[in-house]
């Protein structure tokens, strides 16, 4: 009989939030998988988010398992289950991401990363490891043989092309234009129902005058917000016993004021004056953001599912923005940020903008995390030095003013 798995996200009295692997037809816990998390998650300090992404990995392990027909407890085995053909075995069955349906349609599969691929097998190399060593006491040589394994057939970490990938998470002028368009609460182009428009245009307000993560913006109270001071509060609150929502959107860096325009906090002060005022719910908390319905009958706080929702909605209204998330917001904000600085500042204070860019993004002091988000001002930057020093059309511009003039009697070739 084939078992199905699943995740099962739980939240205690204490509101701390994890997540166990359950038989989905019994609902019955894996007992050796769980323990391990248990374990983990109490030992290492791990959020939950990366909890759940161990979760994930070891629940594609246990389902590779069932399809394989493989026991790691079978003594008749020994130590010949884990051998460099059953890895790479492994390897192939995570490679390709999976359906809910459960069939893959070879024509459209989706080849999951390499990053993510060895983040995946890491993450059972280690559960491995535990469990040989406390489950079943084997020896350290078989230890070390797995972990071996593991290592030389598991693809390598690689850096991000942030020279590639990164430029095009940023949007550029035209996509900001298409997004601000569609966004508007009377645009015929809107592809939201009216009684959800005025908050999706104030999410999009917020991200893009702020850059601040999507979590970050989930977990704003109406408190947050000072609406005579024309700020936000970004505060950190892990495991809140107040927040119901079973997957609690966190707040992953420094907590923070950050300064926002009349016209945004007016927008705020309204939408929690008409719109979330009206649903029922409410009034059971104070997050900001809240469902909407045409009978106003919800307004329980905004799920990531949710919020999510929006943005894949948005992409399928556009084909500039099919690639468009929440995050492609915070690049966005980071791109104009440095337009402006290196535009507006003197040379001598750039250090001191970096700085204040860390605080607003809520980055440590001497974090150079920036650098990932400026790509696509680099690139811009480099095309129009490229097109300022483009040696053959300078070239063919210093023949025809001079005709025979030498190479080395042009005091520059970069016009700066």
Not at 266 to 273: A, G, L, P, T, V
Not at 297 to 309: E, H, R, V
Request: charged share 25%; with cysteine.
């Amino acid at each position: 009989m084939k078992i199905n798995f699943k995740i099962k996200r739980i939240k205690n009295k204490e509101g701390v939030h994890t997540c166990i692997i359950v038989n989905a037809q019994t609902g019955v816990p894996l007992i050796y998988e769980n323990l391990y998390l248990s374990i983990i998650s109490r030992s290492s300090n791990y959020s939950y988010s990366t909890i759940e992404a161990i979760a994930g990995a070891l629940l594609y392990f246990s389902k590779y398992l069932q399809l394989k027909g493989v026991v790691l407890a079978d003594k008749n085995k020994g130590n010949n289950i884990i051998t460099g053909s059953f890895v790479y075995d492994l390897m192939t069955y995570l490679s390709v991401k999976k359906s809910k349906s459960n069939v893959i349609n070879i024509k459209s599969k989706r080849v999951v990363s390499e990053n993510c691929l060895h983040y995946k097998l890491t993450s059972i190399e280690k559960y491995l490891v535990w469990y040989y060593i406390n489950i079943q006491n084997e020896n350290l040589k078989y230890i070390n043989l797995i972990s071996r394994i593991f290592k030389d057939i598991k693809p390598k970490i690689k850096k991000i092309e942030v020279y590639t990938d990164c430029e095009e998470k940023s949007l550029d002028k035209q996509q900001i234009s298409n997004l601000m368009e569609i966004i508007k609460t009377n645009s015929i182009k809107n592809p939201f129902k009216e009684c959800v428009r005025i908050r999706n245009e104030l999410i999009i307000d917020i991200l893009l005058e702020t850059g601040i993560r999507g979590g970050e913006l989930l977990n704003l109270r109406i408190d947050d917000v000072n609406i005579k001071k024309c700020e936000i509060h970004i505060v950190r609150r892990p495991d809140s016993i107040e927040d119901t929502r079973i997957r609690q959107p966190l707040v992953k860096t420094l907590g923070r004021k950050i300064p926002i325009s009349k016209d945004l906090s007016e927008k705020i002060q309204k939408y929690i004056d008409s719109s979330r005022s009206n649903e029922v719910l409410s009034i059971n908390h104070k997050y900001l953001l809240v469902s909407h319905s045409d009978n106003s009958k919800l307004g329980s706080a905004l799920t990531i599912t949710g919020f999510q929702k929006i943005f894949i909605t948005l992409g399928e209204s556009d084909p500039l923005l099919k690639r468009i998330t929440a995050h492609s917001l915070r690049h966005t904000w980071n791109i104009k940020y440095s337009e402006n600085m290196y535009r507006m500042a003197e040379p001598e204070h750039y250090i001191l903008y970096e700085k204040v860019r860390n605080y607003l993004m809520g980055w440590k002091n001497t974090s150079r995390t920036a650098d990932t988000y400026t790509q696509r001002y680099l690139v811009n930057e480099a095309t129009k030095i490229m097109n300022v020093i483009n040696s053959t059309k300078l070239l063919n511009k210093e023949n025809l003013k001079s005709g025979k003039a030498k190479l080395n009697s042009r005091k520059s070739i970069f016009g700066f």
